[in-house]
């Protein structure tokens, strides 16, 4: 579970609600017409932006976020790699790595290794796992797009339903019973917009991004580590280069020497 993640959604839920019960307006904003024209227009322009796939993968990115990264840190892939190298360099090189766990990393690692003992050269080995990094970056990408997108259209909703609201009010501005139902539709309208693309589509666009950033980050790691391993550096010099990693993963300090 990330407790970031949930602490988030259930602080932002507690201040809306005390914003919008505290000030007696919440029978106002429970209305019908905003939430149905401001979701449904939202899903409907959603669904026109995007195919089936990039649909479904929206929902599962949704869902992952509130789970503990399956990436590991980058600490935990820098003491995996050095613990390979000292195999490597006890039992005569990266063929004794043939075996690495297929879980890390999401498979990656394991793949790494692969390429690496079929291509024998680094330089071909770099190319084809650089390109397997960036495609899968652009597919996560398209995840936090999907969110961002619907981050967009949401106000917009709720501006069409604020301007149903205001035309009903005028074609109704005789009589004074109408007024308050027609108001209540253009008032929770731009509320329920606004709220969904500052609460959850724009919020969720940013930790699917920032997933997307760490992963990369240990992806390159792993790269390097193994072509390092490769080139049949020590485990020292290996730890000493990976360690700079940490320098550009959030919150982290420089490694002590």
């Known amino acids: ?15 809306v609600a ?4 505290s000030s007696g307006i919440g029978d106002k904003l429970m209305d019908t017409h905003g ?4 979701l449904g227009g939202t899903l409907a322009a959603t669904i026109i932006n995007t195919s089936a796939k990039r649909f479904m993968g929206g929902l599962r990115a949704l869902a992952d976020i509130f789970s503990s990264p399956k990436t590991p840190s980058v600490d935990e892939a820098v003491r995996m790699l050095v613990g390979m190298a000292e195999t490597a360099q006890r039992q005569g090189g990266i063929m004794a790595i043939s075996n690495p766990d297929p879980a890390f990393a999401g498979g990656f690692l394991k793949r790494a290794v692969g390429v690496a003992m079929i291509s024998a050269e ?3 080995t ?14 996560i990408q398209e995840d936090s797009n999907f969110f961002r997108t619907a981050g967009v259209l949401s106000p917009m909703f709720g501006l069409i339903g604020t301007l149903f609201g205001i035309i009903q009010t005028l074609s109704n501005i005789s009589d004074p019973t109408t007024i308050g139902r027609s108001m209540a539709v253009a008032i929770s309208s731009a509320f329920f917009g606004i709220g969904l693309s500052n ?10 991004r920032l997933r997307a950033m760490e992963e990369t980050l240990v992806l390159q790691l792993i790269l390097e580590g193994v072509i390092d ?17 940490q320098l550009r993963e959030p919150g982290k300090t420089a490694p002590k020497a």
């Open 1 to 15: 579970m990330d407790i970031m993640t949930l602490i988030g959604f259930i602080l932002g839920g507690a201040v």
């Open 18 to 21: 005390w914003g919008v019960f």
């Open 35 to 38: 939430i149905v024209i401001v």
């Open 122 to 124: 680094s330089r071909e």
């Open 126 to 139: 770099r190319a084809i796992l650089e390109e397997e990094i960036r495609l899968r970056r652009l597919d």
């Open 199 to 208: 609460l959850l589509f724009v919020p969720v666009a940013n930790k699917i």
């Open 229 to 245: 391993i490769m080139g049949g550096k020590t485990p020292h010099l290996i730890d000493m280069h990976l360690r700079g990693y």
